[in-house]
């Protein structure tokens, strides 16, 4: 009798976020939150912009979308100088 495969996901076994439909569920309401959030923008200003490009349609938006790409590029450079060889702990014993 062998134990069950964690990474099946083809029987009931399946947790609710692993089964594919739910999966693009989740994506398809994350998408329309999103679109949702930057409509309603239309109906929003901001009083006290600091500069002039904080008026910019759907602004926070595309700064936190530009913000997180660039945050993850930079942790992929980092990882080049920070990380170790694959077989850093099992070298000279």
């Given at each position: 009798?062998?134990?069950?495969?964690?990474?099946?996901?083809?029987?009931?076994?399946?947790?609710?976020?692993?089964?594919?439909?739910?999966v693009r569920k989740?994506?398809?309401?994350?998408?329309?939150?999103?679109?949702?959030?930057?409509?309603?923008?239309?109906?929003?200003?901001?009083?006290?912009?600091?500069?002039?490009?904080?008026?910019?349609?759907?602004?926070?938006?595309?700064?936190?979308?530009?913000?997180?790409?660039?945050?993850?590029?930079?942790?992929?450079?980092?990882?080049?100088?920070?990380?170790?060889p694959e077989d850093?702990?099992?070298?000279?014993?």
């Amino acid at each position: 009798m062998s134990a069950p495969d964690p990474h099946d996901t083809s029987g009931d076994s399946a947790s609710w976020f692993e089964r594919p439909s739910n999966v693009r569920k989740l994506i398809m309401g994350l998408v329309v939150a999103c679109v949702l959030l930057a409509a309603a923008d239309f109906f929003y200003t901001n009083p006290h912009p600091h500069f002039a490009i904080e008026s910019s349609f759907a602004f926070q938006a595309w700064f936190g979308f530009v913000t997180f790409v660039v945050i993850v590029f930079l942790g992929r450079l980092l990882r080049l100088f920070v990380s170790r060889p694959e077989d850093y702990y099992d070298g000279d014993r």
